[in-house]
């Protein structure tokens, strides 16, 4: 899928670095280039400052107390979950839940919907891109139901084999899991065309969002998604908080995940009945502090545009694929910087990815490398792991090259 290019000039990356305090500090006497956005981003002063302001002036537990710091904290809880549900395009609150992370997002839902919705013989249809989050918990729920799990393959280009969709969606697909980008390659999914194709045949559709929601503008009615799940700290925001969209009939069809204090409604030695959406799979005491922060996040997503930052991450990974062409035995996963986030994974004949992370450390440069909790994925390629340089609405075309430029560096001492 390729996404048309928008305006990488109109970010001022000056003005944008200054928000982000981490950014200015050395790291083996070398100033810090951080390359490692897909696992985590940084935060600007905007959000630490709203999670300070939290934990100095309003924290308290939600929903719980009737003095002021809980009445406070609480109307700051929900005008963040109405901030979330802007950015999703959903239709009500009711429809976003607080958890904390993807991966407790997509848990929920497998968790959740599974039992009650599949029997042996139905089957669950991932992709082979999928992060380790999205597979495992429909393997857990196919273990318990007797399910069985069907991949979508990835093509040698990096992208989703669209043509096979058709021959595996039958009547027995119940749930199609799929991630709207790869943390890996990069590749932009074309998600409302698989939403489309799934609801063809009575599947609904989970989309693992984790690495669309920093760079891609999200209208999940749009899509038609029955279920999106992302993760605030990929998106400029605190760890520990994600949000489950679902659609409303769905969740409140759905039985509770967790269970405990605040999803229910009233309780007895014998049983419970559960409370209204969203509080029905919020159950304990919630991510006060990141939730309310979360807010400052979404609104400085918002105002720098995220057009704006998916036009100059890909620019950055145009610039990166052109300034590797030439480095023998490397190659590059994934498809071209157009089709993609800004991210480019790769690997160099010989040489382990591990290696290569950790020496090109000592030059300031953070990347990551291993597997990137995508095994599957790594194995279609015949590869164990991979280094993964991630772009994001900070980094600089200079970063990029300082970053090639320790590579190449790295790579004459290991080859």
């Known amino acids: 899928m390729t996404v048309a290019p928008q305006h990488a000039e109109n970010l001022d990356i000056e003005s944008i670095r200054a928000d982000f305090p981490i950014l200015h500090q050395r790291v083996h006497g070398k100033p810090l280039v951080y390359l490692d956005n ?13 999670m300070r302001e939290v934990d100095e002036r309003y924290y308290a537990n939600v929903h719980r107390g009737g003095h002021q710091l ?41 968790h ?13 249809l991932v992709s082979e891109m999928e992060h380790h989050s999205n597979l495992v918990p429909w393997q857990q729920v196919a273990q318990r139901t007797g399910a069985k799990i069907k991949a979508l393959p990835v093509t040698d280009d990096g992208q989703l084999a669209m043509d096979q969709l058709p021959g595996l969606l039958t009547e027995r697909t119940k749930m199609v899991a799929i991630s709207a980008a790869s943390n890996v390659l990069g590749t932009i999914n074309p998600v409302e065309e698989i939403v489309r194709q799934a609801h063809g045949v009575g599947a609904l ?21 029955d279920f999106v799940a992302l993760s605030a700290h990929k998106m400029v925001g605190p760890s520990g908080l994600g949000i489950l969209y679902g659609k409303q009939a769905l969740l409140e069809a759905m039985p509770p995940f967790l269970g405990g204090g605040s999803m229910i409604n009233t309780v007895t030695i014998e049983e419970f ?4 959406l969203p509080a029905k799979f919020e159950a304990g005491t919630p991510p006060i502090t990141a939730a309310i922060a979360f807010k400052s996040a979404i609104e400085y997503l918002e105002k720098v545009g995220l057009e704006n ?8 990974a145009e610039h990166a694929h052109q300034l590797m062409a030439d480095i023998p035995g490397l190659r590059i996963l994934g498809p071209e910087p157009r089709q993609k986030a800004g991210i480019v994974s790769f690997t160099v004949d010989g040489v382990s990815p591990n290696d290569i992370g950790m ?18 994925l790594h194995a279609r390629y015949g590869i164990s792991s991979s280094a993964r340089a991630s772009f994001y609405l900070y980094n600089t075309r200079e970063e990029v090259e300082t970053f090639v430029t320790a590579l190449r560096k790295v790579l004459t001492m290991l080859t």
Request: glycine share 6%; aromatic share 6%; proline share 4%.
């Open 70 to 110: 809980s009445n406070e904290s609480t109307s700051l809880y929900e005008e963040s979950r109405e901030a979330a549900r802007r950015f999703l395009g959903a239709g009500s609150t009711r429809e976003v839940i607080f958890t904390y992370g993807t991966t407790s997002s997509i848990n929920t839902v497998a």
């Open 112 to 124: 959740a919907w599974g039992p009650a919705n599949l029997q042996s013989g139905d089957e669950i």
């Open 359 to 376: 020496m090109i450390d000592a030059a300031g440069v953070a990347i990551r490398a291993g597997h990137h909790c995508a095994m599957p």
């Open 273 to 276: 009945t559960p409370a209204m």
């Open 205 to 225: 559709v989970s989309v693992d969002a984790a690495q669309a929601a920093p760079h891609k503008s999200l209208d999940v009615v749009q899509w038609d998604a």
């Open 309 to 316: 930052i998916l036009a100059h991450e890909q620019m950055l």
């Open 38 to 50: 897909a696992a985590s981003s940084q935060k600007p002063r905007q959000v630490i400052d709203a």
